[in-house]
């Protein structure tokens, strides 16, 4: 930054000394072309306009660098400042050359009343002109001080094309970015506090259902074999749903602070499907569902986590299943796609809402018709699944229309 800073200063010093030769080539120039005059008048008046031009300079350097404008109590002094210091570098480059050509102190006199008129005009033109420049500042500070104080709806208009039409702009978009992440923050905690009380609801469910089993076995009031047996795969069925709400709440903890550890081996994607259809079948059958999958000849050897990206399929096809009518079909694809496998679970359930499709993987979100609030996991079987797909390097989507849904992932074929 200093470094960028002292580019600057060099490039405006540069520039300034190149503008004053470029003036005085062309005075001296202009007084020849128009005036012809004899060479010793010519000599004499470049003489006299360059010893000008270096006090000029001189001054105008000296205020530049004693920083004139950034010991200003505010913008409006300091350029009221540089256009006195200009009307007063003016008014003593005329006046020396009137001095030098009027030999009428009658003249000379009138020319200075008038120089100082001018200047005097310049002045009070400058105060006008900097007022609308100021305005244009003094709007942009105000609209900053109240996104400080956290209205974050507040906008400044953005007139004109220069540069602070240009920071208008920029503080306009900074605005609207402020506003949509806290709209996204509070969105998010309002999810956050929700799912909390899903998770709370889901813990106490199956944690209540087990207490009362073991109270009743306790107390004796079960003596019948075949009922005592019922209640135990009950309990045995609510401590496997409380230990997978347990291990999601885990996964997604590990995938949110960026810990999820990834195991890769070669795996043959048609040995991942082979056992994925043998798992849920016996399911698909109780529901009334076919499940069938295929995987493309050229697919061969995929690199990949095995145990994360069987969770991510058990996610999806569970989903499927439950959410496909009798008789409904769930199938699996995976097929060869450039670089990258590419795995499709595709139903024709009832689908999902369009309006919850953009936030479907969120996580804490959960769609109006909740259809893929999984038993036991509040809800975190998708996001888990994106975690694991681009933990990765690959992209997980998903496509929905009434009595189709078709979700995928793509993961390299190699790392």
Do not use: C
Request: hydrophobic content about 45%; glycine content about 8%; aromatic content about 8%.
């Amino acid at each position: 930054m200093q470094n960028n800073s002292i580019r600057i200063n060099i490039s405006s010093t540069v520039r300034f000394i190149l503008a004053l030769l470029f003036i005085l080539v062309f005075s001296v120039g202009g007084f020849y072309i128009i005036l012809r005059p004899p060479l010793d008048e010519v000599w004499l008046i470049s003489g006299f306009l360059l010893i000008t031009t270096v006090i000029s300079a001189v001054a105008g350097y000296a205020a530049y660098r004693l920083g004139w404008m950034n010991r200003s109590p505010n913008i409006r002094t300091a350029l009221l400042g540089s256009y006195a210091l200009a009307s007063i570098l003016t008014f003593f480059n005329v006046w020396l050359t009137a001095r030098l050509m009027f030999t009428d102190e009658h003249d000379l006199l009138l020319g200075t009343i008038l120089l100082l008129f001018a200047g005097a005009i310049a002045m009070a033109l400058g105060y006008l002109l900097s007022s609308s420049f100021l305005d244009r500042i003094s709007s942009l500070d105000q609209a900053a001080k109240k996104i400080a104080n956290g209205n974050l709806s507040i906008r400044v208009p953005v007139e004109g094309r220069d540069e602070l039409a240009d920071l208008s702009e920029t503080f306009n978009q900074m605005a609207s970015q402020l506003q949509d992440a806290a709209d996204k923050r509070m969105h998010l905690e309002s999810l956050r506090k929700e799912l909390i009380a899903w998770i709370g609801h889901d813990l106490q469910t199956p944690l209540a259902s087990i207490s009362a089993i073991i109270e009743a076995l306790a107390d004796g009031m079960v003596d019948d074999p075949a009922t005592e047996m019922r209640y135990l795969q009950t309990a045995k069925k609510n401590i496997a749903a409380l230990s997978h709400l347990i291990d999601d709440l885990f996964q997604m903890a590990q995938i949110d602070a960026g810990g999820l550890r990834l195991n890769f081996s070669s795996v043959t994607m048609s040995d991942l499907i082979s056992d994925i259809l043998v798992s849920f079948s016996q399911r698909a059958e109780q529901e009334g569902v076919i499940i069938r999958g295929s995987v493309d000849p050229d697919l061969e050897m995929v690199q990949m986590d095995i145990q994360r990206i069987s969770r991510v399929l058990n996610n999806l096809v569970d989903n499927a299943i439950r959410h496909s009518p009798e008789g409904g079909i769930v199938e699996i694809h995976a097929n060869r796609s450039g670089r990258f496998a590419l795995v499709e679970v595709v139903d024709n359930g009832e689908g999902i809402p369009n309006e919850d499709l953009p936030n479907i993987f969120d996580l804490f979100y959960r769609g109006k018709k909740k259809r893929y609030e999984s038993n036991g996991s509040a809800g975190l079987g998708l996001p888990i699944s994106k975690g694991i797909v681009e933990a990765h390097g690959g992209i997980i989507d998903v496509q929905s229309e009434p009595g189709r849904t078709r979700f995928s992932f793509k993961i390299p074929l190699e790392r």
